[in-house]
C-alpha cells in the first residue's frame, strides 16, 4: 500500500470555450488504493479522470504514471497509456448492437492488427479470458445476449469486465452508479471493491453520495470549481467539510 | 462579429434583394427595354447594384424608425422579444410579403408565356390526341427489346450503385465532423463537404454528357456517371448518420486504447450499419429512374431507345416503352420500400 502508481503535478484543463474545469490540482494515488473523487455536478470530476487516462489533453501539468510522465505522450503511446488505465462510464458506454461477449472482447483491442480487427479475430484464449471476467463479474449467462437487452446494472458489470480484459493496472469509474437505483447501486459497488481487493487494481472513482464513500473508499479528495480543496480519509469528512466542499446549507442524502 | 450584428446583416441583405427585385420588375414596365438593352450585363448589373444599395439603405433606415420589416421577421435574433401580435395588414413586413409574393408569380406566368390561347389551340391539341392515342396502343412487338434494354439500364444502375458503396463508405467517416476532431482532420472534413456538394449540384445527367465525350456513348458513360453522382450522394448521407451516432459507445471503445480505425470499425459501423443499407437501397432506386433519363443524353438502356422512336414520332413503340419503365419503376418502388422496412 505505500508504492505511488499515479502522481498528479499542477494539472490544469481549459475546454476550447474558455471553461477552466481543472486549476492547478496535485495529489498521489497509491498502488491498491480506492479512491473516491467527491464534489459537486460541474467541479471537474469527469475531466479529471478524462485527463488521466488521455481521453482528453490536459493543459498543462504533469501525470506520473509509474514515475514517467504521460502527459505529454502522442500518438501509439497514448493507446498504450489508455489500455493500461481502464475506464467505465456513467452511461456505460457499450456497443448496444453487440453481444455482451463482443464488447468484453473489445478490451482486447489494443495493439491488435488492422486485418484481425477487421474480421474480429479474437484468439481462443481472448475468449476464454473474456468468459472469465464476465463470470467474475457474475454475468457469464448473459454472453451471447445482446448488450442493450441487459438492465443498468448488468450493462456496466459487463463494462467492468471489458475494462478488465485491458488488464489494467488502474481502473476509473465515472459517477459508475448515477443512473441505476440504489439496490442495484450496491451490487455494482460490491463488484468494484472485488476488482479492487482480490486483483489487486488501484480504483479511482466519481461519486456521489457521501453514504456510498464512507462504504467503499480508502481515500478521498474532493473538488470545487476545479480545485482541489480536500484530501484525507472518509471519516474525515465532518460536518464543516461537508459544508465547504458542497456549499453552505446542503443537506447529505443516504442511500442505504 | 455578434449574433445580433450577423442578424441584423441577413436582415439587410434579404430587404435589400427584396427591393431590388420590386426596382428591377418596374424598370422593366416603365422603359420596356429592347432586347439589345436586355442583353447589356455590365449596365443591367450596375443597375443591380445600386438597386441593391438602395435597398439595403431603405431598409435600414425603416427599421431604425421602429418598423419590422420582413428581413426583421425572418432573421431576428433569440434573444429580441417577439413582435406585438397585430393583425398583418397593419405591419410593413405583411404588405412587404404580399407584394414580393404577388410579383413573383406574376413575373413567373409572364416569363414561362402562360397562355389559355396555346393550350386551348386546336391544332395543338389535334397533334397532342395522337400522340396520346398512339402511346396509348403500345406496339408490343418491340417489347422484346424493351425488355433487354431494361435489364441493361438496371444493371447501369445496379453496378453504379455497388461500385459506388466502397468509395462512399470510407470517405463518410473522413467527411464527419465528430470523427474528423483535428485541426487537420477539419480540412480534411470541409475539403471533402465542398467537393460532394460541387459533385452533387452537377446533375448525373451532366455527367453523363461528359461521360458520353470521354469513353463513348453507351451504358458504360451512364453507369460512369450515376456512380460519380452516387458517390458524392452517398457520402453526404452516410456522414451525416456518422454524425449523429451516440458518441458514448465511441469513447467507450476509445477508452480501451484501441487505435483510430478499431474505434470507428467497433464504435460507429455497428451504429449505423442498418440505416446504410437503407440509405443504400434507396440510392439504387433513384439510379434506376435516372439511369431511364440519363439514356436519353447517350448513356445507353432504355432511354436511349426511348430517344430513338421519339426523334421518329413513333409513338405506339414509345407506348410500349412507357409501359416498361413503368411497371419497372413501380415494382422497385415496392420492392425497396418493403427491404427498407425490414432493416429497420
Ligand atoms: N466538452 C466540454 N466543453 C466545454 N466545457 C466543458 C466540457 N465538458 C465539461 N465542461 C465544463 O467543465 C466543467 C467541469 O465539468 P465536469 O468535469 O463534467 O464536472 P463533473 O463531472 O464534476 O460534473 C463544467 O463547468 C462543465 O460545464
Ligand atoms: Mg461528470
Not at chain 1, 481462443?124 to 448488450?147: N, T
Not at chain 2, 409574393?101 to 414561362?112: A, D, F, P
Not at chain 2, 402562360?114 to 390526341?129: P, Q
Not at chain 2, 455527367?207 to 458520353?212: E, K, M, P, T
Request: glycine content about 8%; aromatic content about 10%.
Amino acid at each position: 500500500m505505500s508504492e505511488t502508481i499515479l502522481s498528479i503535478k499542477n494539472l490544469s484543463k481549459t475546454y476550447d470555450n474558455g471553461t477552466q474545469a481543472l486549476a492547478d490540482i496535485s495529489f498521489d494515488v497509491k498502488k491498491g488504493e480506492f479512491l473516491v473523487v467527491i464534489g459537486l455536478s460541474g467541479s471537474g470530476k469527469s475531466t479529471l479522470l478524462r485527463c488521466l487516462n488521455r481521453l482528453l489533453d490536459p493543459t498543462s501539468g504533469q501525470i506520473f504514471f509509474h514515475g514517467k510522465n504521460i502527459e505529454n505522450t502522442k500518438g501509439r503511446a497514448v493507446f498504450s497509456v489508455r489500455k493500461k488505465i481502464g475506464m467505465i462510464f456513467q452511461q456505460f458506454n457499450l456497443v448496444p448492437r453487440y453481444s455482451v461477449l463482443t464488447n468484453v472482447l473489445t478490451g482486447k483491442l489494443a495493439g491488435m492488427g488492422v486485418l484481425k480487427s477487421f474480421f474480429s479475430l479474437f484468439s481462443v484464449e481472448d475468449k476464454s479470458q473474456a468468459l472469465d471476467y464476465l463470470k467474475l463479474v457474475g454475468i457469464h449467462e448473459k454472453a451471447y445476449l445482446r448488450a442493450d437487452q441487459l438492465s443498468g446494472g448488468q450493462q456496466q458489470r459487463v463494462a467492468i469486465a471489458r475494462a478488465l480484459a485491458q488488464k489494467p493496472e488502474v481502473l476509473l469509474a465515472d459517477e459508475p452508479v448515477a443512473s441505476l437505483d440504489p439496490a442495484t447501486c450496491h451490487v455494482v459497488m460490491d463488484y468494484l471493491r472485488k476488482v479492487n481487493q482480490e486483483l489487486g487494481i488501484t480504483i479511482i472513482c466519481n461519486l456521489h453520495f457521501l453514504s456510498l464513500v464512507r462504504e467503499y473508499a480508502t481515500r478521498v479528495i474532493a473538488l470545487k470549481d476545479g480545485k482541489l480543496v480536500f484530501e484525507g480519509s472518509p471519516d474525515q469528512i465532518t460536518e464543516d467539510w461537508f459544508q465547504k466542499i458542497y456549499g453552505e446549507g446542503a443537506r447529505e442524502i443516504h442511500v442505504q | 462579429m455578434s449574433n445580433k450584428n450577423r442578424y441584423f446583416l441577413k436582415a439587410r441583405i434579404f430587404d435589400g434583394f427584396n427591393i431590388l427585385f420590386i426596382l428591377m420588375v418596374a424598370t422593366v414596365v416603365l422603359i420596356k427595354p429592347s432586347q439589345n438593352q436586355l442583353l447589356d450585363l455590365k449596365f443591367n448589373s450596375s443597375l443591380a447594384l445600386l438597386f441593391f444599395l438602395v435597398g439595403i439603405f431603405l431598409s435600414s433606415v425603416l427599421s431604425q424608425k421602429g418598423f419590422l420589416t420582413w428581413g426583421n421577421l425572418i432573421f431576428k435574433s433569440s434573444s429580441e422579444k417577439p413582435p406585438q401580435p397585430i393583425s398583418w395588414y397593419k405591419t410593413l413586413w405583411g404588405w412587404q410579403a404580399l407584394i414580393i409574393l404577388t410579383l413573383s408569380i406574376v413575373v413567373g406566368l409572364v416569363m414561362t408565356n402562360f397562355s389559355f390561347y396555346e393550350i386551348l389551340n386546336r391544332e395543338g391539341i389535334d397533334g397532342a390526341l395522337r400522340l396520346l392515342t398512339g402511346i396509348f396502343n403500345p406496339d408490343w412487338s418491340i417489347l422484346p427489346r424493351a425488355v433487354n434494354h431494361m435489364i441493361e439500364t438496371l444493371f447501369m444502375a445496379f453496378i453504379a450503385t455497388v461500385l459506388a458503396i466502397p468509395f462512399a463508405f470510407v470517405l463518410s467517416f473522413f467527411s464527419a465532423r465528430n470523427v474528423m476532431e483535428s485541426r487537420v482532420g477539419f480540412l480534411v472534413y470541409l475539403s471533402l463537404r465542398t467537393f460532394f456538394n460541387i459533385a452533387r449540384s452537377i446533375e448525373a445527367i451532366i455527367w453523363a454528357i461528359i461521360f458520353s465525350v470521354w469513353v463513348g456513348i453507351g451504358p458504360f458513360a451512364g453507369m460512369l456517371a450515376l456512380m460519380i453522382h452516387s458517390i458524392a450522394s452517398l457520402a453526404k448521407q452516410y456522414s451525416e448518420m456518422v454524425e449523429s451516432v451516440s458518441m458514448g459507445p465511441v469513447e467507450g471503445i476509445k477508452s480501451t486504447g484501441a487505435a483510430p480505425f478499431q474505434v470507428v470499425w467497433f464504435g460507429i459501423v455497428p451504429q449505423i450499419i442498418l440505416p446504410y443499407i437503407s440509405i443504400t437501397i434507396y440510392r439504387w432506386d433513384i439510379n434506376v429512374r435516372m439511369a431511364t433519363i440519363i439514356g436519353l443524353v447517350g448513356g445507353g438502356g432504355i432511354g436511349t431507345l426511348l430517344i430513338q422512336y421519339q426523334g421518329q414520332a413513333m409513338w405506339p413503340q414509345v407506348g410500349c416503352l412507357v409501359v416498361v419503365i413503368a411497371v419497372v419503376v413501380c415494382l422497385l418502388d415496392q420492392v425497396s420500400a418493403h427491404i427498407r422496412e425490414a432493416v429497420k
